[in-house]
Nanobody, 121 residues
Framework: QVQLVESGGGLVQPGGSLRLSCAAS????????MGWSRQAPGKQRELVAA???????NYADSVKGRFTISRDNAKNTVYLQMNSLKPEDTAVYYC???????????????WGQGTQVTVSS
């Protein structure tokens, strides 16, 4: 059983910072790309940032220059450092990872349960 467990969400004032973490646990062979998506009320889920196992990153235009994604491969953990937060960043943030449980199974996508981020004064 593979699980992704997120932490670090909460309430923050505009201009503030938060750091999200997501740790993968269970039995698996390797983790490829990891990322964060978010879903605001009444809106579709959107990709925020992603990072490959080699460290290449990409970001949504709306968060470039404010958010930084990183990962610790030894800990099977991905982070999202969010600075200069805006009210429009309010959403449930979901961790996602492409994981290979075994060479026979190949890779599949796993999702965390989500963590709420609220930016409000």
């Amino acid at each position: 059983q593979v699980q992704l467990v997120e932490s670090g969400g909460g309430l923050v004032q505009p201009g503030g910072s938060l750091r999200l973490s997501c740790a993968a646990s269970g039995s698996f062979f390797s983790i490829h790309t990891m990322g964060w998506s978010r879903q605001a009320p009444g809106k579709q889920r959107e990709l925020v940032a992603a990072i490959t196992s080699g460290g290449s990153t990409n970001y949504a235009d709306s968060v470039k220059g404010r958010f930084t994604i990183s990962r610790d491969n030894a800990k099977n953990t991905v982070y999202l450092q969010m600075n200069s937060l805006k009210p429009e960043d309010t959403a449930v943030y979901y961790c996602n990872a492409l994981i290979v449980r075994s060479l026979a199974e190949g890779s599949r996508s796993y999702w965390g349960q989500g963590t709420q981020v609220t930016v409000s004064s």
